[in-house]
């Protein structure tokens, strides 16, 4: 079995799910789990965890992303993109540093009403499934933040603009550009997006599913795998002595006296670790209680 995260580039017409679903095919394996949806005609960065890796799925997807979309104003649609169905057309009056003036007003925290069209549940079922059957429930809004927006592109003509925006997670990327448009008073709607950064992992670094194919068939998947104790580089390393071995195997907490003789680190209060056999074989992140002077499982990735 693979075990540790791939960074995957989706590619138009594929749903998240459409992407772990191949990725089980080409790979052999079923244990398999991506970090976050994007809308199927999103591009862009998914990282995807294989094997025990998929313990870290809920940990990758609390990561700030950074998008680039292109926001279209004049147009409102019943999905916030240019999919959708157009609900109104209005002139856009608005110059040119108004229209920046209100995409920077967006920065910092806000309050953010999720929409229909999305994969929120709500009584046991989809948001997008209820849309689909015409139906529309009251939300609630959720507070998201926008740590910084850059315009790239500037379409006076088309009155689209193109937009670089970094961002807590749960933000939708079309909703934004339908509140700019809103706030406008011309309304607005998302023409595409594309997802450049998901914490540590880069469009630049990204491979396509046909790639990901190749790499396989060659045998040099692993290659481009990262590991999973990777992803912890500013935790400092514990080696447990080869004769307690055993407890951490079972999930077990471990003391002090039970480390090997030449592990040397820091021991803060509630500080993660990264614990390894006397092998040097990763077995998860723990943390250390000071008051009980013990280090304490917090996720297991053997």
């Given amino acids: 079995m693979i075990n540790g995260i791939i960074n995957v580039y989706k590619e138009k017409g594929f749903t998240s799910h459409d992407v772990v679903a191949k990725l089980r095919g080409i790979i052999k394996q079923k244990k398999i789990g991506h970090t976050g949806t994007l809308d199927p005609d999103a591009e862009g960065v998914l990282p995807v965890c294989l094997g025990n890796a998929t313990k870290l799925c809920d940990m990758l997807t609390e990561r700030d992303k950074i998008y680039e979309a292109v926001l279209l104003l004049g147009f409102t649609t019943d999905t916030q993109d240019i999919s959708g169905t157009v609900l109104n057309t209005s002139e856009v009056t608005a110059d040119r540093e108004q229209i920046e003036k209100a995409i920077f007003s967006f920065v910092g925290d806000y309050n953010q009403l999720p929409p229909m069209y999305s994969a929120i549940k709500v009584g046991g079922k989809r948001l997008y499934e209820l849309a689909r059957e015409g139906k529309e429930i009251e939300r609630e809004t959720r507070k998201v933040r926008i740590h910084n927006i850059r315009i790239l592109d500037f379409n006076v003509e088309k009155h689209e603009i193109r937009i670089s925006v970094e961002c807590s997670k749960g933000t939708y990327i079309r909703t934004l550009c339908h509140d700019i448009g809103a706030f406008l008073g011309c309304g607005g709607c998302m023409k595409s997006l594309l997802r450049t950064k998901a914490g540590a992992f ?8 046909s790639e990901i194919q190749d790499a396989f ?58 614990v390894y056999d006397w092998q040097y074989q990763f077995i998860g992140i723990y943390e250390y209680v000071f008051k009980e002077k013990v280090f304490k499982p917090v996720k297991m990735f053997l």
């Avoid at 880069?202 to 599913?209: G, H, T, W």
């Fill in 202 to 209: 880069s469009l630049e670094k990204s491979l396509k599913l």
């Fill in 217 to 274: 068939v060659q045998d040099r998947l692993q290659n481009y795998i990262i590991k999973v104790d990777d992803m912890f580089p500013d935790y400092p390393q514990i080696i447990v002595s080869e004769e307690y071995t055993k407890l951490i195997y079972n999930g077990n907490s471990f003391y002090k006296e039970q480390i090997k003789e030449e592990t040397v680190v820091n021991y803060d209060n509630n500080r993660k670790l990264r």
